[in-house]
């Protein structure tokens, strides 16, 4: 990860700036350099370089924001700017965000902390951050207007409190919110407890869920859209752009997940059963938590995830709303699968040469093909696996569980590599044979009933036949 001028971790050196925007505190009187990088790929995790251990987390995609200590706080700063964001490559989109990201980086600190976030504004209007499931002071809140004024352009903000309570969270704008969490403005907060042997993962990863719409060929999204969106992310990036998440065979794997986006997401996880053990509210009792494969994320909330990982192989993690596993879906589009269309394909190459007729029998030919796209535009359905094309984009990514992974490795490890005879396979049934049929009349063994004919159908005493369904 490239930060601004020099690595800045607790305790390391860094440089101060005046703040006139502060006031006269004494220890806010200067404020910390603000890391910065624009880098797509996830960083590894920041192990706490002193005090207090635990088991620090993974954003996808993304970073952990470093800190410095000042007497017994912990000094964290934010800038909101302008970004530019790489959902996959090929797909640059103009962005609003943090710290040269959006969503900004991940916040860690540690139950019981003190904590200061200095805020800087560098948008082209007012800001300010709110501390979404955090327990704050009324006027550390960030609902601009209410409980404090807005962060003016140019100015810096310092945010002070103390965490009362582990869990997981996120951070976003109350000023202006609308366009601004349209444009990306969020990020995740993770509070670890006091007590390192308590609620203790191996591996623990955290995103958080946006959608835009991104009309195809352009790069700056609809703020106005309430509903149509044509491009689900998570942590701004789309399948075959979202890191995957490695996982040692065994491993305890938690998996923290934010959104904000404006509809609900149930999250699907293939090979394994999980728990939810946390929302934004809190821990979930084991007596309350109950085994699942899909969990619903609703809108403004977080949701934690965990499970063991007990088999290995390349398991598929998405959003099971199908839509949300496409990239700049066009919504308009009129289906017309069983429908010939041959007549229409050769009118249609007279009139326009590169124009498609589609849909005849369904769009997976539409992960093959070479399509012209406009400009700054990813296939609806891309990402090829070792068996060929995988059809999906948007919210899609893998749990990859290996037996040999090191430790604390969060490398790709490639593709799995199969047991022989444990992939599905084709029968030849030239070969095997036809296979055995009902008799004709299509009636299943053990389906006669004494003193009951069903000639045409069923039919029962007292019902009126009304036609054909």
Same mark, same amino acid.
């Not at 352009?218 to 044509?230: G, I, K, R």
């Given at each position: ?38 880098? =797509? ?42 970004? /530019? ?52 002071? #009324?006027? &550390? ?85 309430? /509903? ?6 998570? #942590? ?20 923290? &997940? ?28 084991? /007596? ?65 040469? /590169? ?15 070479? &399509? ?19 059809? &999906? ?56 009933? =004494? ?19």
């Amino acid at each position: 990860m490239k930060l601004s001028r020099r690595s800045f971790i607790g305790g390391s050196a860094v440089a101060f700036a005046s703040v006139a925007a502060i006031g006269g505190r004494g220890q806010a009187a200067t404020i910390p350099e603000a890391p910065t990088t624009a880098s =797509p790929s996830m960083q590894p995790p920041v192990p706490p370089p002193s005090g207090q251990d635990y088991q620090p987390v993974v954003t996808l995609n993304g970073w952990t924001l470093p800190w410095r200590m000042n007497g017994e706080w912990k000094e964290f700063h934010l800038v909101a700017e302008p970004v /530019t964001r790489e959902f996959a490559p090929g797909m640059i989109v103009t962005l609003w965000g943090y710290n040269g990201q959006a969503p900004g980086p991940t916040i860690e600190a540690v139950e019981g902390d003190k904590i200061r976030v200095f805020v800087t504004n560098k948008l082209p209007e007012h800001t300010s951050v709110h501390w979404h499931g955090m327990l704050v002071p #009324n006027g &550390m809140d960030g609902v601009a207007g209410l409980t404090q004024p807005h962060i003016p352009v140019g100015k810096t903000f310092v945010y002070e409190f103390q965490l009362k309570k582990s869990g997981t969270f996120m951070y976003h704008p109350h000023s202006d919110e609308m366009v601004q969490m349209a444009m990306g403005m969020m990020g995740m907060v993770v509070v670890h407890p006091r007590d390192p042997a308590l609620h203790r993962a191996d591996r623990d990863f955290v995103f958080i869920m946006s959608a835009y719409d991104v009309t195809p060929g352009s790069s700056l999204p609809n703020v106005a859209e309430m /509903t149509d969106f044509n491009t689900w992310t998570f #942590n701004s990036r789309v399948f075959p752009g979202i890191d995957v998440m490695p996982a040692r065979l065994g491993d305890r794997v938690r998996i923290r &997940m934010g959104n904000l986006t404006m509809t609900n997401h149930p999250i699907h996880l293939h090979g394994h059963d999980f728990r939810v053990t946390m929302t934004d509210g809190g821990w979930v009792p084991e /007596t309350a938590q109950i085994p699942e494969a899909t969990t619903d994320v609703p809108v403004g909330a977080v949701r934690v995830l965990e499970f063991v990982a007990d088999a290995p192989g390349d398991w598929a993690f998405h959003c099971h709303k199908s839509h949300h596993t496409m990239n700049a879906m066009g919504h308009k589009t009129k289906t017309f699968i069983g429908v010939p269309q041959s007549a229409l394909s050769r009118a249609l190459a007279r009139a326009a040469p /590169t124009a498609m007729a589609l849909g005849t029998s369904g769009m997976a030919d539409m992960a093959e093909m070479s &399509m012209p796209l406009p400009s700054n535009t990813l296939p609806m359905m891309t990402g090829t696996g070792p068996f060929g094309g995988i059809e &999906m984009g948007g919210m899609f990514t893998m749990v990859k569980v290996r037996e040999d992974l090191a430790a604390g490795d969060y490398r790709d490890p490639g593709w799995y590599k199969h047991p022989p005879g444990s992939v599905a396979y084709e029968v030849n049934v030239a070969e095997a044979g036809e296979p055995a049929r009902q008799p004709s009349g299509g009636k299943s063994p053990g389906t006669e009933m =004494p003193g009951m004919e069903m000639p045409g159908g069923m039919d029962i005493p007292g019902m009126k036949h009304q036609g054909h369904h």
